[in-house]
């Protein structure tokens, strides 16, 4: 993608070497992957943001940080399709939150993050007792 940007750059600018084109194309590329892939996880006021999704921590039973092992195992066959995922592939740490919501049919949270003790201990912080029933 880069060399195509460069070469277009290069036909409109014709003083501008294609080395040049090119490495303008790889900054624009570069940008373009860094705000397409990053995904805001945040706690506030009790709630765990992870992108546009909301979770009351008050439905987390259990707030546990993996390890890339434990992630993979969590993602592999014995991963229930109703989970809400958050997976970012070349993250190996993650956080996982099951869920006591009887509204609420999702079992578990798994969400990628390069932090996931501090996630997992902010959270905990917050947390209001276990929501009963």
Known sequence: MAIVIGIELNLGVRVLPLWAGSLAGAAVVALALTAL???RIRVVDAELWAGDARLPLRFAEDIRAL???????VLGPDGDPAAFLLHRAWIPGAVYLRLNDPAD?????????RHPDRLAAAMRA???GPAVG
């Open 37 to 39: 892939g990053g995904t």
């Open 67 to 73: 390890p890339a092992a434990d992630k993979r195992y």
């Open 105 to 113: 049919p999702t079992p578990y949270w798994l969400v990628s993050t």
């Open 126 to 128: 917050v947390r209001p």
